[in-house]
């Protein structure tokens, strides 16, 4: 369902937290079975939901389960709201998919993993953050994270999916221009010529494809110029 | 019933309570006690001689026709008679007690003369030749139509601790440490009687030289004794094979071959329910499961009494752990041994391969509540490991001894075999014979086993139900396998049917993402 056919929904300031609004949110998360409430409040006028997620492990019977902490942005519904681990159980990292802040990395944002604008966004949230402790029980005790993962940065997921978008295109001349931009770093030109050979400008054609090229340098340089900063601290 | 780590952890938590309330009782043996009347929770510390009487040649007796007659039922009266025999001749002549008997192997232990090292490492080389002339010559006198059998005695000294872990006013004896374990490992030759370098050390300069080396152990040179049965006399112990063989012969005497029970096990074999005159045959898989280096902690803490108490709090916790876990998966507990349990999975009785893996199930659950459950929430002596070995054949299950007194045991070929391996696997490794390993059905946990060359068997190191379950889940998720929660078990299922069932919520998978901060 979409958030505009709701009258909780402001579309310049998201979502307004009327009592009514929180009561059908809690409704919607205590409807997952593995969820456990045990309190909300609104800080600076932002809903936080805490509660516990739980799942038994079928070949051990071991009870696996995680307080946590759901932090709803100010763009909630459009986009996800934010799991903490509330009672700091596990150790941030990157290889264990957790922010310093003790926020669980559920997904790269520009995946468009969950489907925002809609009411099962936050019970999709939820079965995300299961599954991720399921895996980070799995990475506390091998040291691996099972499943794919993407890459620990912003320039890596960006290539990724730039690379996606370009199978899905199933073009040769996209793919060789992607190449080409990723081998030499060549910043795209948004009013340039389309690689897809339409004779139209990215502008009116391939946008999604120059964003993420763009996104990806972007990101490539910025990470470059940190590590080298980084050495050069170290160095001195 | 599959292992579930939630229900080990709880159980060995209200254990662990009740052992604490009860107390402990750990003193040295004086002079002025004995290990008669032992309760569960006194234990001594004895220094002693171990004993270790074993019939080397058991493989053969047990593949003889005549033996194979009547479902065992000579072989198993021939054991009751030797066992009653030696543990006679062990406590009333040489004053000594016998612990266990556990299957061909007789453990006794002699602790008196007090504080004489060398009458008492002395009195125990003739008890080893009165009970190996027992088992050589006695019993030839009583079975002259039986193959002979040859005997084969270990003897060390030194400090252990003994327990009595019988329930129901049973006496039912074990004993922990470094000088029993050796006098067990070097049961070697036949007609042989082996002593630790300890032992021989404590021997007079012209008793030495009775004994040769061989490897770290000595063995006595039968050729420098002419007439054993004459130098037990000459010490004024009143015994001689005669004596024994009639004795024996009394005991064959009343129980004549048609009283014996003996039929096939078809449900779970009760040892409590055997006895002389009662036995059962099964196929069956035997697990051998022995703490590593337990013994050696003993010997480390025997100075220490408060940590000793410890280490015996420890013991009880594992043999309360392993006892559950075998009637959890149907499988009879068979005797504690020490720091070892000797268990017998031979369910379901029509269908082997079934057997097999439930045995197999069985060595993980073991592994897996001592990693997972004792290290973790009890680690009292530090984190300790088990080695298991199991094997699967035809078995024996018997309970000889004396009234009161009476000794669980399993015979077979294959019984050996398992508690070969056991003996040579370090912790943390499951050793399994290759038909075991051949009835394994689950891609996963068939995948653990590798074959040990040296060993002959297949063996798997660190094996645990949620080393099983990590795997399991890691291939689902690389798989991008669909995820549901199911809402009857409350726990994480995959596969096609996670979607479509009405007790399944599909799960929502994402790609995590992570940054180096």
Redesign the interface.
Known sequence: MSSQATPFTDPMRGTLWSPARINRELTLLQD???FKYSGHELVAGLLQIRGAI??????????QSLKIRIEYPRSYPRRESHVFDDEKCFIP????????DYRL????PE?R??TLDSEVLS???L??S???L??RN?FE??T???????E???SG?YRELLREEVRRCRSFSISAWADWVIAELVAPNYEGGCPCLSGRPFLGCHLRLCWLAAQYLLYRNYEEELNEHRTAIKAA | MQWNIERSKERLRQERARIEKAGLNISRLTREMDLANLSPTDARIVHGTHLYCHISNLGEVLDSPLMRQDNFKRLHRLLHVLRVEQRYTLQQVFGGDKIQVQGPKFHGLIHRPYDDDPSLAWKAVLAALALNLIVRDAMAIVFPQYLVLQPATGIDIGDCLVANIGAKGDRELISVGSAANYAAKILEGNNAITVGPKLWSNLSEDRKELFFQVGNSYVLDESAIEDPEEIIRQHSYEWSIRDAADRMEKTVNNLPLNEIDSSEARVRIDFSLLGPKTMKMCSGASVFVDVDKYSATIDALLEDEAQLGNALRWLHLFRYEMQHLTVDRDAAAIQHQGDRLQALSHLPYDDDGEAMRAAIELCIDCNSSVEEVLNVDHPILGPLHVSIGASFGTAVAVRSGVRGDLDSSCLSKTISEAEHWQMRGIGGEIAISSKMYDALEDEVVRGQFTFDKAKSCYVAKNLTWTKIADIRHSNQYASKAPVAFNKQSSGIVFGMSARHSEDNIPLKQTRNWGIDE
């Open positions: 997952c079975p593995f739980t799942s038994k492990e079928a070949e051990t019977g071991r009870i990292s990157a290889r264990g998919h957790q922010f310093k990395c559920l997904s790269f995946r993993e969950f019970q999709e949230v079965q995300a299961l599954i991720w399921d895996k799995i005790r091998t691996k994270w099972p499943g794919e993962a993407e620990h940065n912003w997921p």
